[in-house]
């Protein structure tokens, strides 16, 4: 199943329009996980430790 949930670029919000409902800034697609770099770096950092 694909998933077009987008998330608001400003306030966070998730949504599935292109402008935030809530403060009308435009929104991207909602990638979960992979998407932040700390998490990234963080993943690295904890295989390193073992
Ligand atoms: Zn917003």
């Known amino acids: 199943m694909k998933s077009l949930i987008r998330k608001c670029t400003a306030c966070g919000r998730y949504t ?3 402008s935030c ?3 009308s800034a435009s929104t991207s697609m909602a990638i979960p996980q992979r998407y932040s770099p700390s998490d ?3 993943k690295y950092r904890l295989k390193e430790r073992m």
């Open 16 to 18: 599935m329009e292109d």
């Open 21 to 23: 409902p809530d403060c």
């Open 40 to 42: 990234r770096f963080q």
